[in-house]
């Protein structure tokens, strides 16, 4: 064998790393090193919180025509029962409606809103009797 075998081969120096790239600072490119540490920085603004727009409350003449439906249908339940019952529900709808409006934004007229539930309660409820006890007696048994 000969005198130089793979385990004796040292390899020439070799270049090394490449130094990194300067600014005019003389400061390596990358490094904001110029700025205030970290702990020294201003704190970040707040965020506002989100929140939901608040809620609109019904117009006056909606409330007004919510307790007229509900007037109307307490006036004609006795004579036509079966055309109450969609009268007094879209009141009864209508005034809940204004109701939980104008207690979240505490606004409009909640005293006519509850007024319109209550007479559209009452035409409801008596509007079913009626129809109830007219289609019992229309029956005719053996």
Do not use: C
């Not at 117009?59 to 007094?88: N, R």
Request: zero cysteines.
């Amino acid at each position: 064998m000969s005198a130089l075998s793979g385990w004796d081969y040292q390899q020439p120096p070799g270049s090394g790393p490449a130094p990194a790239p300067h600014d005019d600072s003389g400061e390596p490119v990358g490094y904001n090193l110029g700025g205030p540490p970290i702990y020294q920085q201003p704190p970040l603004p707040l965020l506002e919180p989100y929140h939901l727009p608040a809620p609109t409350p019904k117009k006056t003449w909606e409330v007004a025509v919510d307790f007229g439906l509900s007037l109307v249908g307490l006036a004609i339940v006795a004579f036509v029962p079966s055309f109450t019952l969609p009268i007094s529900g879209f009141a009864l709808v209508g005034s809940a409606m204004a109701l939980i409006r104008s207690r979240r934004a505490s606004a409009g007229l909640p005293r006519l809103a509850v007024a319109g539930l209550v007479l559209a309660a009452v035409g409801l409820v008596l509007a079913f009797f009626l129809v109830a006890a007219s289609y019992g007696s229309s029956t005719s048994g053996p």
